[in-house]
């Protein structure tokens, strides 16, 4: 069974700041199947990447998602006031798992 | 365009059964599989159950393997989860998605709440 482990648990940061959120594997995820989802308070999840780096229809490009093996990243190159939330990494592909979360806050 | 609505939550006691319910429409239900993420009280993310696209195919997290039962119905464009045997642990707001690339989740609904409590 797959364990994703997502660092920082929280990251406070200023709007236009750049932010980095680490996902790590337990083991290889095959096939580079890892994704990234957004999740504001009271709101469902939103898919921002899959694939490591696809970009979801609608996703601005200061989203970007790069890595390999167990190792990946979710980038957000410059914070607008609206990406402050909690951001999942998923691994599909097989038996799907979420990682904890990473909190991206206003500091 | 895309929508998926699930419904069905409530508050049930401790061993008891719900059944949830997700209509989906905009899309080419059977092309895709379906799935159930859930979500604890100020927790994070759990993949539930996956359904592929003909209903044979069906997938279960572990903590949930022997009293959940995913199915759907293709002529009405709904998905179900069976839920049996019902855990305090249980308690979470349930997500239904729809995925594509074997489980990423594009689209979700709103949620519903499942409350086991005594």
């Known amino acids: 069974e797959i364990v994703l482990t997502q660092s920082p648990g929280t990251l406070s940061l200023s709007p236009g700041e750049r932010a980095t959120l680490s996902c790590r594997a337990s083991q290889t995820v095959s096939g580079n199947y890892l994704a990234w989802y957004q999740q504001k308070p009271g709101q469902s999840p939103r898919l921002l990447i899959y694939?490591?780096?696809t970009r979801a229809t609608g996703v601005p490009d200061r989203f970007s998602g790069s890595g390999s093996g167990t190792d990946f990243t979710l980038t957000i190159s410059s914070l607008e006031p609206e990406d402050f939330a909690v951001y999942y990494c998923?691994?599909?592909?097989?038996?799907?798992?979420f990682g904890g979360g990473t909190k991206v806050e206003i500091k | 365009e895309v929508q998926v609505v699930d419904s069905g939550g409530g508050l049930v006691q401790p061993g008891g059964s719900l059944r949830l319910s997700c209509a989906a429409s905009g899309f080419t239900f059977t092309s895709y599989a379906m799935g159930w993420v859930r979500q604890a009280p100020g927790k994070g993310l759990e993949w539930v159950s996956s359904v592929k696209g003909d209903g044979r195919d069906t997938y279960y997290a572990d903590s949930v393997k022997g009293r959940l039962t995913i199915s759907r119905d293709n002529s009405k464009n709904m998905v179900y989860l069976q839920m049996n045997s019902l855990r305090v642990e249980d308690t979470a707001v349930y997500y239904c998605?729809?995925?594509?690339?074997?489980?990423?989740?594009?689209?979700w609904g709103q949620g519903t709440l499942v409350t086991v409590s005594s």
């Open positions: 694939y490591t780096s």
């Open positions: 998923q691994r599909y592909g097989g038996p799907q798992a």
């Open positions: 998605a729809k995925e594509i690339w074997g489980g990423v989740m594009d689209h």
